[in-house]
């Protein structure tokens, strides 16, 4: 099993097992994802907020059942096997070749027809003659990718199609300069169902409730040909699971991750790169885009500042961190604090390189709840070219 090194901030070396496992999900049924922030009695058609598919913590609750519960939250309390799991996702595939699943579309490709038309590269600034002048930094598209009567207009103006996927064995054609097809339309669909609020231990409609008598909650139904893909760094037991809040019955299922995947994600990033899962970064307090920012404002990865960024507005992110007891025992489960997410797809240009895979980033780099977001693949990232 290959194992990667990093140093704390005392200097100890901390040995963590790299992804060695596709996890591959199958609902029996329906899933459910988010009934959306503004959901009100006022509002039960309200469908703001839908995120699917499930986070990577979903499936750490699968796996913290099936191992030795630790004795406290202090990161030494906790078993080795533990201690060292790491998950990433999520990401989706087709049940007949699910090693070649499908990642969030990099935002520097701009999409249409179901194809990427163009790749916007980043410009450094470039002096003139005289050294007085400078062009501003910009992502531009390279002219020979233009026709002719769109070469006044750089970068091209147009309605792209957003949210695609692209497979992750064409991931080496973007760095190619090539310009594979992605799928913009998802194998899911989401199924609203309206439903009665009961009585606790009654089952009767509370209509004296101030929340209102009924909640929506949005069923997702997968394509029969489809299933969720996870990455981890052990193996899951296969068989049939209770997967997400809700606990619907899941089949699961591992695989060794092939050559394909695992050169992409040994591979060194340098300067530039694209994130493929949600980056959460900052403090308790703060959520950055970075890593690190200094009091001017400045987004800092490593030893050297982030040159440049294409990216979204971010998405509010919240899990559960199991249960504890209140009251006469009760269980009560424990929500992590709110967080912002920086959106996968959004592609990174730093002014030094890293020459370092994701497995390979520090924990520090990561912000800390018990243990690091890096557990759950915080900003699984992939090099990617983009300056020209």
Not at 250 to 261: F, P
Request: charged share 25%; hydrophobic share 35%.
């Amino acid at each position: 099993m290959q194992v990667t090194e990093t140093q704390n901030k005392n200097g100890a070396t901390l040995s963590r097992p790299a992804f060695q496992y596709l996890v591959i999900i199958e609902p029996l049924g329906l899933l459910y994802g988010s009934a959306g922030p503004f959901l009100s009695p006022e509002n039960l058609v309200g469908r703001s907020g839908q995120k699917f598919p499930p986070a990577a913590t979903a499936l750490s609750g699968i796996c913290a059942a099936s191992l030795p519960p630790p004795k406290s939250e202090k990161l030494d309390d906790w078993s080795e096997e533990f201690r060292d799991l790491q998950l990433a996702g999520p990401f989706w595939g087709w049940d007949k070749n699910p090693q070649n699943f499908y990642v969030p579309t990099p935002f520097n490709c701009l999409v249409e027809d179901g194809k990427i038309k163009y790749q916007l590269k980043w410009r450094s600034p470039e002096k003139t003659a005289s050294e007085k002048e400078t062009h501003p930094k910009r992502w531009l598209v390279d002219e020979d990718q233009l026709p002719d009567e769109k070469k006044d207009e750089n970068p091209p103006v147009g309605k792209f199609t957003k949210g695609s996927w692209l497979a992750i064995d064409s991931w080496p054609d973007l760095n190619a300069g090539k310009m594979p097809p992605v799928e913009t339309i998802p194998p899911w669909k989401f199924i609203p169902h309206l439903h009665p609020r009961l009585k606790e231990g009654e089952r009767i409609v509370d209509q004296d409730s101030d929340r209102g008598s009924l909640f929506l909650e949005n069923a997702v139904q997968l394509d029969s040909h489809a299933c969720l893909v996870y990455l981890c760094n052990a193996k899951i037991k296969d068989g049939c699971y209770r997967f997400g809040g809700e606990g619907h019955l899941v089949e699961l299922r591992c695989e060794e991750i092939g050559e394909t995947v695992r050169g992409l994600l040994d591979a060194p990033i340098e300067n530039s790169f694209a994130l493929i899962t949600p980056g959460i970064w900052g403090s308790n307090d703060y959520s950055y885009r970075a890593p690190r920012q200094n009091k001017q404002g400045e987004l800092l990865w490593g030893n050297g500042a982030v040159e440049a960024l294409l990216t979204e507005r971010p998405t509010p992110l919240r899990h559960r961190r199991g249960s504890r007891a209140v009251g006469d025992n009760n269980p009560s489960a424990r929500l992590s604090r709110g967080r912002y997410a920086v959106p996968p797809g959004s592609v990174y240009v730093l002014e030094k390189p890293l020459n370092l895979s994701w497995q390979n980033w520090p924990d520090e780099w990561f912000p800390k709840e018990g243990t690091t977001f890096k557990r759950w693949g915080s900003g699984l990232s992939l090099p990617l070219s983009v300056t020209s």
